[in-house]
């Protein structure tokens, strides 16, 4: 019988197991469906592309956030969103010397908590769902970001480094046959 | 809160990768449905075994599917499974009145033939707790009414 004084600890922390754990076995799918490592990244990538043009309404209407500025602004925001859907805070820096680019650093990941990579899987880039997260929201507010991962702790880096750079801003198109 | 968007969205990614086929076909067949239930059965496996670590062990069957109706469905999909039944001979029915995936969809009858398939994932999962439970199962789901569901668990007997 369960002992009533043991329940279920934490919800946060087991909300975020649960998505943990569904991603991994995803990811351990996909490994199935593709040979290649480099098609399961470009699937990841494109998922992750998706849940950005969705997410980001979801944090614009959670955060009633302004317009950003410049560059620096859109990081803190960017930083902001990780910290409010994974609970992860990481750190903004290495800045490029024209502002346009620069590094998340994640010094706990818990999507990569359970995770083990076997040698075969080298080039896997196992959280890359984020790179196109990140390039899926920054897109829906005009903004062509590219993103990609530096270092992964996964493959023995001291550290987990995303890098993300602005490409251009873009322009508000009209589709076609509207003026 | 705002990571159950996060989960939501990934659910939906999962269901839409494995309908689509490469070329951008849809795909209904069996093996996209198996794909989509091994994917929640490795996850229901390791998920509910995270979630019991700290409970004592169940006394029996039903005791099992009461923790799956409570607790585990309260951490999975923020409420608690409405009705359960059983005929006492290894089925279950369990009804949930308003069901997370199906929440967002429209409730009409429009898109009721699309359902089925937002409903796999979890019927992988539940399989998965329950064989980590040490319970074999069959679990198939169906929808009449929008948003609501049954999920029949049918249990194998050695």
Same mark, same amino acid.
């Given at each position: 019988?369960?002992?009533?004084?043991?329940?279920?600890?934490?919800?946060?922390?087991?909300?975020?197991?649960?998505?943990?754990?569904?991603?991994?076995?995803?990811?351990?799918?996909?490994?199935?469906?593709?040979?290649?490592?480099?098609?399961?990244?470009?699937?990841?990538?494109?998922?992750?592309?998706?849940?950005?043009?969705?997410?980001?309404?979801?944090?614009?209407?959670?955060?009633?956030?302004?317009?950003?500025?410049?560059?620096?602004?859109?990081?803190?925001?960017?930083?902001?969103?990780?910290?409010?859907?994974?609970?992860?805070?990481?750190?903004?820096?290495?800045?490029?010397?024209?502002?346009?680019?620069?590094?998340?650093?994640?010094?706990?990941?818990?999507?990569?908590?359970?995770?083990?990579?076997?040698?075969?899987?080298?080039?896997?880039?196992?959280?890359?769902?984020?790179?196109?997260?990140?390039?899926?929201?920054?897109?829906?507010?005009?903004?062509?970001?590219?993103?990609?991962?530096?270092?992964?702790?996964?493959?023995?880096?001291?550290?987990?480094?995303?890098?993300?750079?602005?490409?251009?801003?873009?322009?508000?198109?009209?589709?076609?046959?509207?003026? | 809160?705002?990571?159950?968007?996060?989960?939501?969205?990934?659910?939906?990614?999962?269901?839409?990768?494995?309908?689509?086929?490469?070329?951008?076909?849809?795909?209904?067949?069996?093996?996209?449905?198996? !794909?989509?239930?091994?994917?929640?059965?490795?996850?229901? =496996?390791?998920?509910?075994?995270?979630?019991?670590?700290?409970?004592?062990?169940?006394?029996?069957?039903?005791?099992?599917?009461?923790?799956?109706? !409570?607790?585990?469905?309260?951490?999975?999909?923020? !409420?608690?499974?409405?009705?359960?039944?059983?005929?006492?001979?290894?089925?279950?029915?369990?009804?949930?009145?308003?069901?997370?995936?199906?929440?967002?969809?429209?409730?009409?009858?429009? =898109?009721?033939?699309?359902?089925? !398939? =937002?409903?796999?994932?979890?019927?992988?999962?539940?399989?998965?707790?329950?064989?980590?439970?040490?319970?074999?199962?069959?679990?198939?789901?169906?929808?009449?009414?929008?948003?609501?569901?049954?999920?029949?668990?049918?249990?194998?007997?050695?």
């Amino acid at each position: 019988m369960a002992r009533p004084g043991a329940r279920v600890a934490d919800s946060k922390k087991i909300n975020s197991e649960l998505f943990t754990l569904t991603y991994g076995a995803l990811v351990s799918q996909l490994l199935k469906d593709y040979e290649n490592a480099e098609d399961v990244n470009r699937q990841l990538d494109r998922m992750g592309y998706n849940i950005g043009v969705r997410i980001i309404e979801d944090f614009l209407a959670r955060t009633s956030t302004a317009r950003c500025t410049d560059m620096r602004d859109t990081a803190e925001k960017i930083q902001s969103a990780f910290k409010m859907y994974l609970g992860v805070n990481p750190t903004v820096t290495s800045w490029s010397p024209a502002s346009d680019e620069f590094s998340l650093l994640f010094d706990q990941n818990p999507m990569t908590e359970f995770v083990e990579l076997p040698d075969s899987c080298l080039s896997l880039k196992y959280c890359n769902l984020f790179c196109g997260i990140i390039r899926g929201a920054c897109e829906m507010v005009q903004l062509e970001v590219t993103s990609w991962f530096v270092q992964d702790s996964l493959k023995g880096d001291p550290t987990t480094e995303l890098r993300v750079k602005f490409v251009k801003k873009l322009e508000d198109a009209m589709p076609a046959g509207e003026d | 809160m705002a990571d159950d968007a996060l989960f939501d969205f990934l659910h939906m990614e999962i269901v839409s990768h494995v309908t689509k086929s490469d070329a951008g076909l849809l795909q209904d067949g069996d093996e996209a449905m198996s !794909k989509l239930e091994q994917i929640g059965y490795s996850t229901g =496996y390791r998920f509910i075994e995270r979630l019991t670590k700290d409970l004592s062990r169940f006394k029996d069957e039903l005791e099992v599917m009461k923790a799956i109706c !409570k607790d585990f469905w309260s951490a999975v999909f923020k !409420k608690q499974v409405d009705n359960l039944r059983t005929n006492h001979q290894g089925v279950y029915v369990l009804q949930d009145n308003k069901f997370r995936f199906l929440a967002s969809i429209s409730n009409s009858r429009q =898109y009721l033939e699309l359902a089925p !398939k =937002y409903l796999v994932f979890t019927c992988g999962l539940l399989r998965g707790a329950l064989a980590s439970l040490g319970l074999t199962c069959i679990v198939t789901a169906e929808v009449t009414t929008m948003p609501a569901c049954k999920f029949q668990v049918h249990l194998q007997r050695a």
